[in-house]
């Protein structure tokens, strides 16, 4: 509605997390995002392509579709002096259709994943607990020094960056599909604007299958088992997966183009040229999505 940000609170809004160090805020099935510069002028140059390329219809009227989140806004604050963003949340907090903001709440596991397909890949959350992050930053000589200095959270960051680099998810062979035409689509879009370092958002919910929020999810998901969340059956267990691309408004820069050779001895980096990303995005994550999962009709019997 058009009213989404009437009742939002830019006091609420805390560090969220990247590099750059910009606000954020969850607000229902809404992030709000402080815009640095780089991103504020972006998305000014490309709107009306974005725009575009998120609405494309096929000859038939029906929408190609897109990974790539949905700005929904973009707006100026006079009170904070500072640009925003509203965008719908990818990852949202998986409650089953139709029972709304006080319905249950899933009690299984559910992890999150912010993945680049490169070094920079990490896990937000594990078994519904966050992940707390512990950067190794080139002034911290101690932790240069071995693992033996690092702290437990710093060690339980590492192991959530091999565990996102490492995990592989599950879906029918018409969800991977879906996703592999997404992703090449979007990705061909974003290196042609010469856009790069944007990450693929996963949130994987797992719910045993006498559990009442998988049959609610089951029941919502027959015969619509290809439209995010994809929802499927694996290894016995009902899995909802929420999918989508966020942080795609970085250019290629003169500045980028130094911390690329300043890395040079870093392996897997992020920091490359907008077609290498997008290649190296394509090639992961269609590879990182394996066409063995159940459809929800052919297991669920509803």
């Given at each position: 509605?058009?009213?989404?940000?009437?009742?939002?609170?830019?006091?609420?809004?805390?560090?969220?997390?990247?590099?750059?160090?910009?606000?954020?805020?969850?607000?229902?099935?809404?992030?709000?995002?402080?815009?640095?510069?780089?991103?504020?002028?972006?998305?000014?140059?490309?709107?009306?392509?974005?725009?575009?390329?998120?609405?494309?219809?096929?000859?038939?009227?029906?929408?190609?579709?897109?990974?790539?989140?949905?700005?929904?806004?973009?707006?100026?604050?006079?009170?904070?002096?500072?640009?925003?963003?509203?965008?719908?949340?990818?990852?949202?907090?998986?409650?089953?259709?139709?029972?709304?903001?006080?319905?249950?709440?899933?009690?299984?596991?559910?992890?999150?994943?912010?993945?680049?397909?490169?070094?920079?890949?990490?896990?937000?959350?594990?078994?519904?607990?966050?992940?707390?992050?512990?950067?190794?930053?080139?002034?911290?000589?101690?932790?240069?020094?071995?693992?033996?200095?690092?702290?437990?959270?710093?060690?339980?960051?590492?192991?959530?960056?091999?565990?996102?680099?490492?995990?592989?998810?599950?879906?029918?062979?018409?969800?991977?599909?879906?996703?592999?035409?997404?992703?090449?689509?979007?990705?061909?879009?974003?290196?042609?604007?010469?856009?790069?370092d944007y990450s693929l958002m996963v949130s994987c919910l797992t719910l045993e299958r006498g559990d009442p929020d998988a049959e609610a999810w089951l029941n919502a998901a027959a015969g619509n088992e290809d439209s995010v969340p994809f929802v499927s059956m694996y290894d016995g267990k009902v899995q909802v997966l929420h999918v989508g691309i966020i942080d795609f408004l970085q250019d290629w820069t003169f500045t980028k183009n130094i911390a690329m050779c300043i890395k040079f001895l870093e392996c897997?980096?992020?920091?490359?040229?907008?077609?290498?990303?997008?290649?190296?995005?394509?090639?992961?994550?269609?590879?990182?999505?394996?066409?063995?999962?159940?459809?929800?009709?052919?297991?669920?019997?509803?």
């Amino acid at each position: 509605p058009d009213s989404f940000l009437f009742d939002f609170d830019f006091n609420k809004m805390g560090a969220g997390g990247g590099k750059g160090g910009n606000l954020l805020a969850i607000h229902g099935d809404y992030v709000v995002k402080e815009m640095n510069t780089t991103d504020h002028n972006t998305l000014l140059n490309c709107a009306k392509l974005y725009a575009d390329h998120v609405l494309m219809e096929d000859r038939n009227g029906n929408q190609y579709g897109t990974m790539l989140c949905k700005v929904l806004c973009h707006f100026y604050d006079p009170s904070t002096g500072k640009n925003f963003m509203a965008m719908d949340n990818v990852t949202p907090n998986p409650v089953p259709p139709g029972l709304g903001d006080k319905g249950r709440r899933p009690s299984a596991n559910r992890s999150t994943y912010d993945l680049k397909g490169c070094a920079d890949d990490k896990t937000l959350t594990w078994n519904n607990e966050k992940v707390n992050e512990v950067h190794k930053r080139v002034w911290n000589a101690g932790m240069w020094c071995g693992q033996c200095l690092w702290s437990k959270e710093r060690k339980n960051y590492y192991a959530g960056k091999l565990n996102a680099a490492n995990t592989d998810f599950h879906v029918t062979e018409t969800q991977k599909e879906k996703i592999e035409m997404w992703i090449k689509r979007d990705c061909t879009f974003l290196s042609d604007l010469g856009l790069m370092d944007y990450s693929l958002m996963v949130s994987c919910l797992t719910l045993e299958r006498g559990d009442p929020d998988a049959e609610a999810w089951l029941n919502a998901a027959a015969g619509n088992e290809d439209s995010v969340p994809f929802v499927s059956m694996y290894d016995g267990k009902v899995q909802v997966l929420h999918v989508g691309i966020i942080d795609f408004l970085q250019d290629w820069t003169f500045t980028k183009n130094i911390a690329m050779c300043i890395k040079f001895l870093e392996c897997n980096k992020a920091t490359i040229p907008p077609g290498w990303y997008a290649a190296r995005f394509i090639e992961t994550f269609c590879w990182k999505f394996n066409a063995d999962a159940q459809e929800v009709a052919a297991s669920a019997g509803v």
